[in-house]
């Protein structure tokens, strides 16, 4: 697949001066060849020499279910350093709100954080994170940043804020012995016309859905989400596979003629071939359901095949793997896979050890102390740098055949809507798309609804300068969509 040079314009301005610095990027370090072998060892360095004299401590916000990626890592920054590292957990829906509200006050103050990739813009609007762009030109290696796959969630208004430390690619899962299996093949071909493998559209997708539906069977075809807070996401890549931007260049929305509400018609007609529990289950119970090995597919991520790839999975061993499917636009096929989650290591404004949290920030995301991370088979953070993939334990860990589809989904992901008031943009896209699913208002009267919503966020949140970011973002999208996405 393919992906462009823009996916790293804001980092590589950002970092222009860095490479001049050479080997004396760690004040005090000894020249070496390859910067990268040593980056967490003199992160720590130089965190020590900071804290030397003194009794330091960070406190560390995380995503309940992110401690066994964690905790390793801060072991051996405390082991290497001296600095005490505390760990808070809180609910991982609830994280960036946690962060909103601990920023005014009350508890333990927070000296670096966890928070989903998609809520940085409103972290940074709230004046929650600093900025850590300083740091980088003293502490980062340029190679450090080049060999991550995905990093267009780090930064926001030309500003370096964060280390992705998950990448959280929107991906299928496929039971492969339905996909696979002789009979079922003749029977589909007989019926479409068409051959049974991985669909490349949406409506292809659906058609294999309603194909292996068959409930007084104890059979269903999909487990794709129809919850409230998860909605919208499925909705976001079936729209962009229509080949049009959600945002005129002057910000309009164009979410609400024909390809939106087709878009959203086909969602709702696919949920008939969906698992009942498909409104009301969360991620953890679509796993488990999904693992029972009675379902053809389901949409998640890489921590969704951690958890299926596991001891207590039915179906360990048993997939087939596939990007979100695409639509035809312009006689060809666009792809828009999608970056709509993903953990970012941050430091707050609160902090005042910001360069230490910096440097433990750092640490974390070093090669070889990521890759220590991305292992742990019980926590969430999946493989986002290049050495990831050849690490034999992570590829235990996931299977090759779930990398190769990640890897490539992960190179040509579309970006999250990071604009400010990003969450407000998408709980009202989401509220309006469930009221759809449940018939409570028509599809168009649902989208034309978000758009009007849209516009007034815009307006309050400042039209100018969103309509500056959001053609800065529409350049951050990979070079086909940009070729084949259009305005009306």
């Not at 379902?295 to 299926?308: A, E, H, R």
Request: charged share 20%; with cysteine.
């Amino acid at each position: 697949m393919e992906k462009d040079d823009s996916f790293r314009l804001t980092r590589r301005s950002l970092l222009a001066g860095t490479a001049a610095l050479g080997s004396n990027i760690l004040p005090g370090s000894a020249a070496f060849a390859d910067p990268l072998q040593t980056v967490s060892k003199d992160a720590a360095a130089a965190a020590k020499a900071l804290a030397a004299g003194r009794s330091v401590g960070l406190r560390v916000l995380i995503p309940s279910g992110s401690q066994d990626n964690v905790r390793p890592v801060a072991t051996s920054f405390q082991s290497q350093t001296g600095i005490s590292v505390e760990l808070a957990e809180v609910p991982l829906e609830d994280i960036n709100t946690h962060l909103i509200l601990a920023s005014f006050g009350g508890g333990a103050p927070i000296d670096i954080a966890l928070p989903a990739t998609y809520g940085m813009p409103d972290l940074v609007d709230a004046g929650v994170l600093r900025s850590l762009s300083d740091f980088a030109l003293t502490y980062e290696p340029a190679e450090l940043r080049q060999g991550i796959l995905y990093d267009v969630g780090d930064s926001f208004d030309d500003t370096l804020y964060g280390f992705q430390t998950d990448g959280d690619t929107y991906l299928m899962f496929y039971n492969e012995r339905m996909l696979r299996d002789p009979e079922a093949q003749a029977q589909y071909a007989d019926q479409t016309g068409r051959a049974l493998d991985i669909p490349q559209t949406w409506d292809e997708l659906d058609r294999q859905m309603a194909f292996f539906h068959r409930p007084d069977q104890g059979q269903f075809g999909g487990a794709l989400f129809r919850r409230s807070g998860y909605l919208a996401w499925e909705w976001w890549v079936r729209f962009h596979a229509k080949g049009i931007w959600p945002f005129a260049k002057d910000l309009t929305p164009q979410i609400d003629g024909e390809e939106g509400n087709a878009a959203l018609e086909e969602l709702i007609a696919a949920s008939q071939h969906l698992i009942p529990e498909a409104d009301a289950y969360d991620i953890f119970q679509n796993w488990e359901r999904f693992a029972q090995g009675n379902i053809y597919c389901n949409i998640g991520w890489g921590g969704t095949q951690k958890y299926l790839n596991g001891p207590n999975s039915a179906i360990r061993g048993q997939l087939a793997f596939g990007p979100t499917p695409g639509g035809i636009v312009k006689d060809q096929l666009l792809e828009t896979p999608y970056f709509n989650w993903g953990w970012n290591y941050v430091v707050t404004q609160a902090s005042t050890e910001a360069e230490i949290s910096y440097l433990f920030c750092l640490f974390a995301s070093s090669p070889d102390m990521s890759t220590e991370a991305v292992r742990a088979a019980g926590g969430f953070f999946d493989p986002f740098r290049a050495e990831h993939y050849a690490d034999p334990v992570i590829r235990d860990v996931y299977s090759d055949a779930f990398l190769a589809v990640h890897r490539e989904s992960l190179l040509s992901s579309i970006p999250d809507l990071y604009l400010a008031s990003q969450i407000e943009y998408f709980t009202v896209l989401d509220n309006w798309l469930f009221a759809a699913t449940r018939q409570d208002v028509s599809a168009r009267d649902a989208l034309h609804r978000v758009a009007q919503e849209w516009a007034l966020i815009t307006i309050r949140t400042g039209a100018e300068k969103q309509r500056e970011r959001w053609n800065n973002l529409r350049a951050l999208y990979p070079a086909k969509a940009q070729r084949l996405l259009s305005d009306l």
